[in-house]
Each structure stands twice: as structure tokens, then as C-alpha cells.
């Protein structure tokens, strides 16, 4: 079966520091990947998906990276943290192909910037 | 451009009423459907989809979604409530056509359930 692990599950960072989320899908091979951010009465945002390795799209402008260094892993990153940039953020893939909207979701990362 | 609206950031029930949360999408052509729950701290789950078959989908835990195209509805019910249901709830699509179908998400309505 398939299973998907991101971590770390909690993370509070100063403004200013880097970041490094990292996502791991066991189970299958060449899923679409996806980091989302959650943030409190403003639903899901999509930040990042891919479909293949270093085949990365930005949904949008921001102080975040992702980078799919292998099949199976997708990272998050930034430089420089700001403080908008605080929330819950969820790593998810889908099966490859046409894209029917089914999603399996990480356990999500909160984090916090002081 | 397509669009998903969830009625109601905050629904609260009495533990055995009925539940139920509603979405509406905008689209020219019948989408794809989805509800997704959150419990705290957790990533989402997805409950039911509507992929164009019958119109009214069973999901998991009790849950049930009837896909209404002349009302551009698809309302989330479950006939009693239990405590174990309170959570997020997300409602989101998938267009039919065209080159985009990545999900469009609804805002999400929190589900409370009352001892």
C-alpha cells in the first residue's frame, strides 16, 4: 500500500532562517506531487506541484522553493523566513495521468515564525 | 473562472441531528467532485468524489453527497451526527475539460458536535 511521511510534524523558526520541509510517497512510483499551505480561514492554497523529477511548477510568487531531487521525495524551502509564511503546510500526490482530483494527504507541518 | 462556495465557515449540531454542509461550484460543463475532511492537526482524507455516475455518492463514515447539476450543488449530509464527526470539511473540483485540472478548493466549513 501506499503512504506518504512529511516531516518535521512541528517547527518554529526565527524571521530571517531558513527552512527545509521534506516529503517522502512510499508505494508507488512517479506520483504527481504537491505542496499545499493551509492558513487559518483562507482554505488551501496551492504552492508547488510536480509531475516528474525536476519538473516543478510555482502556483505562486513567494519566498518558497520546492525541488524533487528523487522519484519519490519533494522538499520545501526557503532562504529567508518571513513571517507570513507561518501555517500548516501539506505535502500530498496523486496517481500520474489525467488528474481525477484524488489526493493523498501528509500528516502536515506546522510552522511558526517568530 | 471556476469557483467553489462553501455556505457557512461554522456549522454546529446537536450529536445525532442531521449534518449538513453545502457546496456550490461554478462550471459550464458537469466537473469532478470532491468532499475532503480534516481532523486536528491531520492531514485531509478524502470522503466521497463524484467522477459522473450516480448522482448520489456514498463515502465513508455515513456520509453521503448528492450531485444536483441544475442547482450547481453538492451538499454533504450525514443523518446523525456523532462526536467523532467534528472537523474540517473541504469541498473541492476538478474541471471536466481543459488544460487545468488541478483542484479548485471551497474555504472549508468547520463541523462542531454537540454532547
Known amino acids: 500500500s501506499q503512504t506518504i511521511h512529511q516531516w518535521p510534524a512541528t517547527l518554529v523558526q526565527p524571521v530571517g532562517s531558513p527552512l527545509s520541509l521534506e516529503c517522502t510517497v512510499e508505494?508507488?512510483?512517479?506520483?504527481?506531487l504537491y505542496w499545499y499551505r493551509q492558513a487559518a480561514g483562507r482554505g488551501l492554497q496551492l504552492l508547488f506541484y510536480s509531475i516528474g523529477i525536476d519538473q516543478i511548477s510555482s502556483e505562486v510568487p513567494q519566498n518558497l522553493s520546492a525541488s524533487r531531487p528523487q522519484d519519490r521525495q519533494f522538499i520545501l524551502s526557503s532562504k529567508k523566513l518571513l513571517l507570513s509564511d507561518s501555517g500548516f503546510y501539506l505535502c500530498?500526490?496523486?496517481?500520474?495521468?489525467?488528474?481525477?482530483?484524488?489526493?493523498?494527504f501528509g500528516e502536515g507541518s506546522r510552522l511558526t515564525v517568530l | 473562472a471556476q469557483s467553489v462556495t462553501q455556505l457557512g465557515s461554522h456549522v454546529s449540531v446537536s450529536e445525532g441531528a442531521l449534518v449538513l454542509l453545502r457546496c456550490n461550484y461554478s462550471s459550464s460543463v458537469p466537473p469532478y467532485l470532491f468532499w475532503y475532511v480534516q481532523y486536528p492537526n491531520q492531514g485531509l482524507q478524502l470522503l466521497l468524489k463524484y467522477t459522473s455516475a450516480a448522482t448520489l455518492v456514498k463515502g465513508i463514515n455515513g456520509f453521503e453527497a448528492e450531485f444536483k447539476k441544475s442547482e450547481t450543488s453538492f451538499h454533504l449530509t450525514k443523518p446523525s451526527a456523532h462526536m467523532s464527526d467534528a472537523a474540517e470539511y473541504f469541498c473541492a473540483v476538478v474541471p471536466w475539460a481543459g488544460n487545468n485540472r488541478k483542484l479548485i478548493w471551497g474555504l472549508g466549513t468547520s463541523l462542531a458536535v454537540n454532547p
Open positions: 500530498a500526490w496523486s496517481k500520474v495521468g489525467f488528474d481525477t482530483g484524488e489526493l493523498f
Open positions: 508505494g508507488t512510483s512517479n506520483p504527481n
